[in-house]
């Protein structure tokens, strides 16, 4: 692989990880597998690009982050005012954001972002523009989580029974850590639409898988389980999971079969602790 291949797989993954921050607040804080992702993602990615293709390419960025607040506040609404189940909140929400996602592009299936202005054009080195978003929003998580606040969402999502029985509103941490989760990713989908040069309305299928691909190829380097560690392996991860997908085409697998290798992938890591007790209780 030549060096461009690899510093272009590292640009991609540095935007996925950012992608894996915002998956991990739901999937590892929260407790929620929440299918939001997939539709927040392109949200994220369809708002920066219109306002990137307006001329107003860090506000679009911006904006994209407080769309996927919107798109996590609602699923969240859907899970604490209509108690509606987790999974199917996530998936009604990602259903509806798929029209929404449309409007938003004015109905164009993809919005092309050739000869304008963008976060990449105006910033020539784009790998270090790219590691100081993922450093920097990973820090900034680690310092929330470390408030008072922060404390409240991550015992939320570790024994919500407790955390009731200690006058904590739930409902408001489940807003919160929706709200963070999405944001996070949408801004994920932003990035990527101003780095490709374009926003599509599919964009989002399989973020979710991509995004706990991150988190779970990370872990399994990183061992440790603290909110730091934790949220240095989803950086990690992401980077490590984009290069072996770029090693993997480059062997010849074909780009429409990745999607299932990386299901498997995530379905096997995570089914490892049960399979090694499988297998302990069988030799005892």
Same mark, same amino acid.
């Given at each position: 692989m030549s060096?461009a291949?690899?510093?272009r797989?590292?640009?991609?993954g540095?935007?996925?990880?950012?992608?894996?921050?915002?998956?991990y607040?739901?999937?590892?804080v929260?407790?929620?597998p929440?299918l939001?992702?997939?539709?927040?993602f @392109?949200t994220g990615?369809?708002?920066?690009? !219109?306002?990137? %293709?307006?001329g107003h390419p860090?506000l679009g #960025? $911006?904006?994209s &982050?407080?769309?996927?607040?919107?798109?996590g506040?609602v699923?969240?609404?859907?899970?604490?005012?209509m108690?509606?189940?987790?999974?199917?909140?996530?998936i009604?929400t990602?259903t509806?954001l798929?029209?929404i996602n449309?409007?938003i592009?004015?109905?164009a299936?993809?919005?092309?972002l050739l000869?304008?202005?963008?976060l990449? @054009?105006?910033?020539p080195f784009?790998?270090? !523009?790219?590691? %100081?978003i993922?450093?920097?929003?990973?820090? #900034? $998580?680690?310092? &929330?989580?470390k408030?008072?606040?922060?404390?409240m969402?991550?015992?939320?999502?570790?024994n919500e029974?407790m955390?009731?029985?200690?006058?904590?509103?739930?409902?408001?941490?489940?807003?919160?850590?929706?709200?963070?989760?999405?944001g996070f990713?949408a801004?994920?989908g932003?990035?990527?639409a101003?780095?490709q040069?374009?926003?599509?309305?599919?964009?989002g299928?399989?973020m979710?898988v991509?995004?706990?691909a991150?988190?779970?190829?990370?872990?399994?380097v990183?061992r440790?389980?603290?909110i730091?560690?934790?949220?240095a392996?989803c950086i990690?991860?992401?980077c490590l999971?984009?290069?072996l997908?770029?090693?993997?085409?480059?062997f010849?697998?074909?780009?429409?079969d990745?999607n299932?290798?990386s299901?498997?992938l995530v379905?096997?890591t995570i089914?490892?602790p049960?399979?090694k007790a499988?297998?302990?209780k069988?030799?005892a």
């Open positions: 060096v291949i690899i510093e797989a590292l640009e991609l540095l935007i996925f990880s950012v992608l894996s921050l915002g998956v607040i739901s999937f590892r929260l407790n929620v929440d939001t992702v997939d539709g927040s @392109t990615a369809a708002v920066c690009a !219109v306002c990137t %293709l307006n860090f #960025l $911006l904006l &982050f407080l769309a996927g607040g919107i798109c506040l699923t969240a609404f859907l899970q604490t005012k108690r509606i189940h987790a999974l199917l909140a996530g009604l990602m509806g798929y029209s449309l409007r592009m004015s109905g299936p993809n919005i092309a000869n304008t202005d963008s990449f @054009t105006m910033v784009t790998l270090g !523009v790219l590691l %100081l993922s450093i920097a929003s990973g820090i #900034l $998580l680690f310092v &929330f989580f408030t008072n606040t922060g404390l969402l991550r015992a939320s999502g570790d029974t955390v009731k029985s200690s006058s904590i509103n739930v409902d408001t941490m489940k807003f919160l850590g929706m709200a963070l989760s999405n990713v801004l994920s932003g990035l990527l101003q780095y040069n374009f926003a599509d309305v599919t964009g299928t399989g979710m991509l995004g706990l991150g988190i779970i190829i990370g872990e399994a990183i440790k389980r603290t730091g560690f934790g949220l392996s990690l991860g992401a999971y984009r290069l997908y770029t090693i993997a085409l480059q010849g697998i074909p780009a429409t990745m299932l290798m299901a498997i379905a096997l089914s490892i049960y399979l499988l297998k302990e069988e030799n």
